[in-house]
């Protein structure tokens, strides 16, 4: 779960919406009447046991969601998904994938961001990756 000016992400990383455990991300917002259900987020390539939204973090207007057993680039290497919120709706503007794939490296094992900074760690490396962006 991440929380961040009116918004709330929480995870469901075994939905099945898209295929067995692929993953989803329920988006709560506050617009004063109370919290109500507003979108729920999929990876763009979402596939079978995928996890998408094992780890999320929130500096809105950015989400940051992890799928650590993500098939982009080898067997459960993982990869990190960037969204944006323009106002009325998210949009996936970002695919991460490790500087370091390997097979069950486990990348977006853990998210942050806050600014212009996102950082995320793997299982199968102790070191992290920082991205900034400008």
Do not use: C
């Not at 500087?99 to 942050?112: E, L, N, R």
């Amino acid at each position: 779960m991440a929380a961040d000016d009116g918004w709330v992400l929480v995870s469901a990383w075994n939905d099945d919406d898209q295929g067995d455990e692929a993953g989803a991300v329920y988006v709560f917002s506050d617009a004063g009447s109370g919290w109500q259900l507003v979108d729920k987020l999929y990876a763009s390539d979402a596939a079978p046991f995928g996890g998408f939204g094992n780890s999320l973090a929130l500096d809105y207007p950015y989400a940051v969601v992890g799928a650590y057993t993500a098939d982009a680039v080898g067997t459960n290497n993982g990869a990190v998904y960037v969204f944006r919120h323009d106002g009325e709706t998210w949009h996936e503007v970002a695919l991460l994938t490790s500087p370091q794939p390997g097979v069950q490296s486990g990348f977006g094992w853990d998210v942050d961001v806050s600014g212009d900074y996102l950082i995320v760690s793997q299982v199968q490396d102790p070191t992290f990756t920082a991205v900034y962006r400008r």
